[in-house]
């Protein structure tokens, strides 16, 4: 055979083999990329399914339970498990979470996420400040509880506290007028004449360092902050995503999309059920309807937003129902404690033990809750300031811009 025609055979068959190697390729390259989006499809369905029964769980709460203590615990277990299963998708998805525009959305969802790490310290500021009422509580308990007999000493121990317990547990903006009030019913239907003067100056002095007092507790946060300028910073420019990122982002924007609205409700309920500084509950939450979890979420905003307006709530330093119910003992012991006389009838005796007993209650609820949420609002810090770290290293830190 000629050399020509033996170099023309090579070069035939090491083209032909060339093509095939090229087509048999594409063609795995195809079953890859067509086994990648079954999987992105698979775990974004998993994680809108999960989001939507977490949520459907929390708002199938009834009145008792709706912003109590057990509530709020599993409305931040919602979202710590909503975002490590966020995180885990992102990190499954590293090459697609490169490619804009979804290197975009997931960095404006760090970019917001970092937003809310104040209103977490705020929140722990908040639970710190419900500790100092629950020890004036724990006051009126040792005062009225577990005695055989209840005299007038006991009752003023209690009537202090419970004033001290009013004056913290009100609005800055009410703070004036609740000293006044609380000047005015110190005496709780005692009559003094005698050196009245000097025992109102102390009464007072005594009502403005307590004041003072609740007021110099350590905050997080400055004192310019708030809270609700901090949650409309956070909603600022969300919306849900257009048909054709969508695509360009293999459904990813869905994802995105859906935690950015999980974080947002779950700061603004926090600060709804919290004291916080500056709160505001004034946020434009606009779902589409036809997402499976905004039915559930969309529930609960508009009866968070109900309770809030209601009359004994309108003024309230937290939605919380612990709150609630310890701002309604208190007063009802208050007004008793203004109307007993010595020695107590054997029937107010009776209807004192009764609010005791439900104040005790609130306390035990406090006890067993605090502690546990203010580690879960810990852990929700944690977890924001680690998933913003790994998603900027895996960004590249291009879109590291902190304010």
Known sequence: MPATDYQGSSAAFSFGRSIM???????????????????????????????????ASLSSAGAEDLLSLPWVRKLLDAFLCSQEEFRVILFNHRALVLRPP????????????????????????????????????????????????LGEGQFRRAKKALIDLAIAMLDE?????????????????????NGSSTSRDHQH???????????????????????????QAISNNLTAPKANELIATNGLAAAV????????????????????????????????????????????????????????????????????????????????????????????EGEVRQRVEELSGVCQALKEGLDPLERQVRDVFHRIVRSRTEGLDSLGGRYNNPE
Request: aromatic share 6%.
């Open 21 to 55: 190697s090229l087509r048999r390729d594409q063609v795995v390259q195809s079953m890859e990329a067509t086994h990648e989006a079954t999987s992105l499809e698979l775990e974004l369905e998993g994680f809108q399914r999960q989001v939507t029964d977490r949520f």
């Open 102 to 149: 979804t290197d975009r959305l997931v960095s404006e969802y760090l970019e917001r996420s970092v937003k809310a790490l104040d209103v977490c310290n705020a929140v722990r500021d908040g639970i710190e400040q419900i500790r100092q009422w629950q020890k004036l509580m724990e006051i009126v308990l040792c005062a009225l509880d577990g005695h055989k007999t």
């Open 173 to 193: 903006k009410d703070s004036s007028a609740a000293a006044i009030a609380a000047h005015r019913n110190r005496s709780f239907g005692r009559s003094n004449n």
């Open 205 to 231: 002095h005594h009502q403005q360092r307590s004041l003072g007092h609740f007021r110099s507790l350590s905050w997080s946060v400055s004192r310019s902050w708030s809270a609700a300028r901090q949650l």
């Open 257 to 348: 999309f859906t935690m950015n609205s999980v974080l947002l409700f779950v700061m603004w309920a926090l600060v709804a059920a919290l004291p916080c500084q500056d709160r505001g509950l004034q946020v434009h939450f606009s779902v589409p309807r036809q997402l499976g979890w905004a039915g559930p979420v969309l529930s609960l905003y508009e009866r968070i937003l109900e309770e809030s307006k209601r009359r004994d709530r309108r003024n309230a330093c937290g939605l919380l129902r612990e709150i609630h119910l310890m701002d309604r003992c208190s007063r009802v012991l208050n007004e008793l404690a203004d109307s007993v006389q010595f020695p107590l009838a054997e029937e107010r």
